[in-house]
């Protein structure tokens, strides 16, 4: 079976702390995607890269970064969390970033104090 | 730029009544796909369907059917003789295959169902 898997599915951190949320996929997929899902938002995506070391901004970039050392682990990182960034975070993989399904993973879901 | 749009930020349903989740979209590409997405309380997202531009088709799968309308741009979502497990937030999504590495994958604010035993 396919898999995504987030590290943490609950985490509280206080503002100015830094953040790391990691996410890994076993489906050995170029594309992985870190999004952020908002109430009435929907999803709106943050960085996505489509191979190791290689990183592309999204929607809404401003106070994350990333990182892709290996192909299947992509890292979301919050260098100083704040209480605007308080959402769930959905990291998703795709064979084809374009006509492709998305895989997700279960979501991690921050409160910043 | 592509846009979704889900005009029904909430559905309650009683079990076994069918419902019909709306979904309308924008785009000035002639190729695209969209797609549907299930998200239970659990929270992870589960692929439904995919359906590209060029096949306007209606699809059933068991007690799901999806109905395609280039006219109208609509990529609407039945779900016939609903039961408690329907229950979750479903996401319609597009996305122009001529764009760069799937960065304008774009989802729609999501529907909540909830189906009332």
């Known amino acids: 079976d396919v898999k995504v898997t987030q590290s943490s599915r609950y985490l509280v951190k206080r503002t100015g702390e830094k953040v790391f949320l990691e996410c890994v996929q076993d489906?050995?997929?170029?594309?992985m995607f870190w999004y952020r899902q908002d109430p009435g938002l929907g999803l709106r995506l943050i960085y996505f890269?489509?191979?190791?070391?290689?990183?592309e901004k999204g929607d809404i970039p401003e106070g994350y970064s990333v990182s892709r050392e290996k192909k299947e682990r992509f890292s979301l990182i919050l260098e100083s969390a704040s209480t605007n960034q308080t959402s769930m975070y959905l990291c998703?993989?795709?064979?084809?970033?374009?006509?492709?399904?998305?895989?997700f993973g279960e979501g991690s879901r921050l409160t910043v104090l | 730029a592509q846009k979704v749009t889900q005009a029904q930020t909430e559905i309650s349903v009683v079990e076994k009544e069918d419902v019909t989740l709306d979904c309308v979209y924008e785009?000035?590409?002639?190729?695209?796909?969209l797609f549907w997405y299930k998200q239970p309380p659990s929270g992870e997202l589960v692929f439904l369907i995919r359906?590209?531009?060029?096949?306007?088709q209606n699809e059933i799968s068991g007690r799901y059917s999806w109905n395609f309308q280039k006219s109208t741009s609509s990529f609407n979502f039945t779900i016939t003789a609903s039961q408690v497990v329907d229950s979750a937030v479903y996401f319609c999504?597009?996305?122009?295959?001529?764009?760069?590495?799937?960065?304008?994958?774009?989802f729609g604010p999501g529907t909540r169902l909830s189906v009332l035993p």
């Open positions: 999504a597009l996305s122009e295959a001529e764009d760069n590495y799937g960065q304008n994958f774009v």
């Open positions: 890269s489509y191979d190791v070391k290689m990183k």
């Open positions: 489906m050995d997929h170029e594309n």
């Open positions: 785009t000035r590409d002639t190729t695209y796909y």
């Open positions: 998703a993989s795709t064979l084809n970033p374009n006509t492709g399904e998305l895989f």
């Open positions: 359906r590209n531009s060029f096949d306007e």
